[in-house]
């Protein structure tokens, strides 16, 4: 790693800087991991981005940093994302976290998603007495329930929960906020703001005949647990992003023997990164394009063959059966309604997610809100960057509020 680092070479205007979403300083931690100072490095980019050890193996690089780099114009761009996760993994692991000094504030944090995890971290390095409320017995979220493990080993998440403990954040597990808990609840027990980071954990349907079957599966609810499927021999994916592709990979990993990817556009129009397309095509993931499902069957899955025509795609009569023996559908996410349910001022979209306004305030006052289940589903390092500018928000919000309560 040290040879790559050696290859930066310390642009006056790095673009790589510029593309990333979080404006991470690589030029300069690459310095100081050039002059042995990694724990400086590491120091630079957890205060930057609590989550870069995670960001750096999951962000779509070849789009933005590495992407950007100057040395990718005649040559091999450099490794950004590799330098990134072992500066950051180093940095946490090295480094022991302790409670700061308590400004009395209690804080809510409702699920342990990207966006809540930011929340968090930054909040009890502050002094707030922080309480993230996570549904499922682990953290995470979307990042150990929605990505493989292949993708973001899950000790690492484990890591990062260890060091919120070691900053003195209190964790409640199995505690699914909305039906019993409400809102009104964790105010009337004294949190002066409650953050939002739910997620997006519905799956979408297609509204198709025999999406009911029981050889046809969402992918939100497969990747959460792949290991209680039995899929059987054959397997089609149904759609075109990064969690469709994720499927695909799982699945032939889980013993699948042919596993397909069925959309009905072009290879240029899937929203997949274009290096995990590429990657699930070296692991054996086949691709079907121009098939648009039009019924599910217990043996496959009924296509109707598709063209493009001035950039639309045309449904063509010609059909053609996929035979398979289990079906996973990836077509996106929306949020569940558990708090929105039970919190009649809290405002929503018509897609069922959190209306905010820029800095994360919901209708309800103290209510803050960010990440997927304001925005729908984005990237990891968007979710950090928001929650930044929200974590903000609520301190202010916080230090407004303390002349009015007994603190």
């Known amino acids: 790693m040290l040879k790559e680092a050696q290859r930066c070479l310390q642009c006056k205007k790095p673009r790589c800087q510029s593309a990333c979403p979080i404006s991470t ?39 933005q940093c590495q992407g950007n780099c100057i040395l990718g114009q005649k040559g091999l761009p450099l490794n950004i994302g590799e330098i990134e996760h072992m500066v950051s993994l180093n940095f946490l692991k090295q480094t022991s976290f302790f409670i700061p000094k308590q400004n009395n504030s209690m804080v809510a944090i409702v699920g342990s998603g990207p966006a809540g995890l930011t929340i968090a971290f930054l909040l009890a390095q502050k002094g707030y007495q922080v309480t993230i409320f996570e549904e499922n017995d682990k953290t995470g979220g979307v990042l150990r329930f929605g990505i493989p493990e292949f993708r973001l080993p899950k000790q690492i998440i484990d890591l990062l929960a260890e060091k919120l403990l070691e900053l003195g954040v209190i964790i409640r597990y199995n505690t699914l906020i909305g039906p019993i808990l409400t809102l009104e609840d964790l ?9 939002i980071g739910t997620g997006v954990w519905r799956s979408n349907k297609l509204g198709l005949k025999g999406e009911s079957l029981g050889n046809v599966h969402f992918a939100i609810d497969y990747l959460k647990n ?7 021999a054959v397997v089609n994916v149904i759609g075109a992003g990064n969690v469709a592709i994720d499927v695909a990979r799982t699945a032939i990993r889980q ?3 042919r596993v397909s990817v069925l959309y009905r556009g072009s290879e240029e129009m899937m929203t997949a990164n274009k290096e995990e397309i590429e990657m699930a095509k070296a692991e054996g993931v086949s691709f079907l394009f121009f098939h648009q499902p039009v019924e599910f ?6 296509c109707h063959k598709t063209i493009i025509e001035a950039g639309k795609t045309v449904q063509l009569p010609e059909t053609e059966f996929i035979k398979s023996d289990s079906v996973i559908i990836s077509v996106g996410q929306g949020p569940r309604a558990n708090i929105v349910a039970t919190a009649k001022n809290l405002e929503i979209s018509a897609r069922g997610l959190i209306k905010t306004d820029p800095f994360g305030k919901t209708s309800m006052d103290g209510v803050f809100a960010s990440g997927d289940v304001v925005t729908g589903a984005r990237t ?3 979710a950090v960057n928001i929650a930044r500018r929200v974590a903000e928000e609520m301190e202010k919000y916080m230090i407004s509020r303390r002349k009015y309560v007994n603190i």
């Open 255 to 257: 013993g699948a023997i």
């Open 25 to 63: 300083e690589i030029p300069r931690v690459i310095d100081y991991y050039l002059q042995g100072e990694v724990s400086t490095a590491g120091r630079i980019l957890f205060e930057n981005n609590p989550l870069s050890v995670i960001t750096s193996l999951v962000c779509p690089h070849e789009k």
């Open 226 to 232: 792949p290991d209680v499927y039995r899929l059987g």
């Open 297 to 302: 069957l217990k043996d496959g899955v009924l």
């Open 380 to 382: 990891v390092v968007e």
């Open 187 to 195: 105010f009337r027990d004294g949190y002066l703001a409650i953050f």
